[in-house]
């Protein structure tokens, strides 16, 4: 304890010069603008600022706060438009659009954006004290879950799709599937072989989780905006002074604990992010609720356990970066080649050798937290009063935020293309009452469970008992049968 109370003396010195305070206060202004930006997300807000960081000499300690201050502030800043326009701004941010659109919807957009900002920072400070307390701990129990570990855990990420969203089970898990069947389009990375492209040479690389999102959320709501206007539905959506009350985080204290710690530990695990961690997190959450529960129409819990899940997992995917030389996510993948740039290696050594990197990053993460949160809550009534526009001007925006988001990321005509006919298919669905979440997640889990199940028997020759030969594996998979027996058993007892 004494080592680690004298490594937070070293970073808070460091984070608390003049200079790096600037740069976690610019870097979280900054992230939060790029997350609110639909399609932009940290990965992408990191990796373009990134050369600018190496570019103006700043000493290594300070290039990596202000990165770090772009990726925590971007998924905080992934809220914004999820809530107030239905569309999200990042992977993680998708679970976030359930409840926190209909609040808004309801004139309490200002008691959700300010909700989503205790509740991301409660989980980012929560996975920072741990990171703190028993990162290097942790660090080893992530390196040694094997690609037939991921496999039990996307099977339980999938069992937890079932009661997830939606009132009908059939419909999540349908939309799942279509999720599934997107994410194997492409060339297959092990034999070759090419998988639905019917020709089309764009479809070679398949298709990015940019398209995906930007395409059912953003084009779809733009779709549906078009038809509310055509059929002379289209209403001015109702604002007030809403904001959050005391009672609403006792309410979801424990919501907020739990969705802390599940995010921040799933976040340690390299490869799964904020995506998962929010996914399950809410399963969790609106399973515990039961039928008191009112998810999918603005439940407080709904949009806590996503919100504090994301930022949790951030922190937690920093632990094996540092650690470990490992990147737990996409954006820790970049910070990990910031540092290369620097000519240091992260890992084990790097607490003792470059102590300033090490806790400097980590001090400032806690500065940072705070940083977001005076930052954000006075400019929740802002971000409030962008549903006063009359909704017929917002059709053009979310049309411009797309196509501009798409283009400048990708850089490639046909997937404007694609985006159209994704928002045209997310709109039938819409029509059906299909919930698009499961789609999306089912896109990002698919590819996670394709590549980890093909590297699980890769190394076992082909043999298929080796995905139930570890007790983590077991204990997964112990956790998905519950998930889908205990519900019906429940509702067995209710009816008699």
């Not at 937890?160 to 994410?183: I, Q, R």
């Not at 398209?211 to 604002?239: D, S």
């Not at 930052?375 to 053009?396: D, E, K, S």
Request: proline share 5%; net charge neutral; hydrophobic share 55%.
């Amino acid at each position: 304890m004494s080592e680690v109370l004298n490594g937070l003396a070293t970073g808070f010195g460091v984070a608390l010069s003049p200079f790096n305070l600037m740069l976690v206060a610019f870097g979280c202004f900054a992230g939060t603008l790029i997350g609110a930006l639909p399609g932009i997300g940290p990965i992408n807000g990191v990796a373009i600022l990134l050369p600018i960081a190496y570019g103006l000499g700043l000493p290594p300690e300070s290039a990596l706060i202000l990165l770090a201050g772009i990726y925590y502030g971007a998924e905080f800043g992934g809220r914004i438009s999820s809530i107030l326009l239905n569309v999200p701004g990042d992977a993680g941010a998708v679970m976030t659009t359930l409840d926190g659109n209909p609040m808004a919807r309801k004139g309490e957009a200002g008691r959700a954006l300010s909700i989503s900002a205790i509740a991301s920072f409660i989980g980012g400070t929560v996975a920072v004290v741990l990171m703190t307390l028993f990162g290097p701990l942790l660090s080893k129990f992530a390196v040694a879950f094997s690609p037939s570990d991921y496999v039990a855990l996307m099977v339980f990420a999938f069992a937890s799709l079932a009661s997830l969203v939606g009132a009908n089970p059939v419909k999540t898990l349908v939309g799942a599937s279509m999720g599934l069947m997107l994410a194997t389009i492409g060339v297959d990375a092990n034999t070759g072989v090419t998988r639905y492209t019917f020709g089309v040479p764009d479809l070679l690389a398949g298709i990015d989780f940019l398209i995906v999102v930007i395409g059912l959320f953003g084009m779809a709501e733009l779709f549906h905006l078009v038809e509310q206007q055509a059929t002379g539905k289209l209403k001015t959506l109702p604002i007030d002074s809403s904001f959050v009350k005391w009672a609403d985080i006792v309410f979801g204290r424990w919501t907020l604990i739990r969705s802390s710690l599940i995010g921040f530990v799933i976040g340690v695990l390299p490869g799964t992010g904020a995506s998962v961690a929010s996914a399950v997190t809410y399963g969790t959450e609106k399973r515990i609720a039961g039928k008191s529960g009112t998810f999918g129409e603005g439940d407080v819990r709904g949009l806590m356990a996503p919100e504090a899940a994301n930022n949790a997992s951030a922190a937690g995917a920093m632990v094996p970066m540092l650690t470990l030389g490992i990147p737990g996510s996409g954006t820790t993948a970049i910070l990990l080649g910031a540092l290369l740039m620097f000519n240091i290696q992260p890992g084990p050594l790097l607490f003792t050798q470059h102590p300033e990197i090490a806790w400097g990053l980590i001090a400032s993460m806690y500065i940072g937290n705070i940083a977001l949160l005076i930052i954000n809550l006075p400019l929740v009534g802002l971000f409030a009063r962008m549903l006063t526009l009359p909704q017929h001007y917002l059709t053009p925006l979310i049309a411009i935020l797309a196509f501009i988001g798409i283009y400048s990321i990708v850089g490639n005509p046909f997937d404007l293309f694609m985006i159209i006919g994704l928002g045209i298919f997310g709109w039938i669905l819409r029509k059906l009452d299909f919930s698009l979440a499961p789609v999306i997640l089912g896109f990002v889990l698919g590819s996670l469970f394709e590549n980890n199940l093909r590297r699980a028997l890769s190394i076992s020759g082909g043999d298929w008992g080796i995905l139930v030969q570890s007790w983590q594996s077991l204990f997964l998979y112990g956790l998905a049968v519950l998930v889908v027996i205990v519900p019906l058993i429940l509702s067995r007892r209710r009816r008699a």
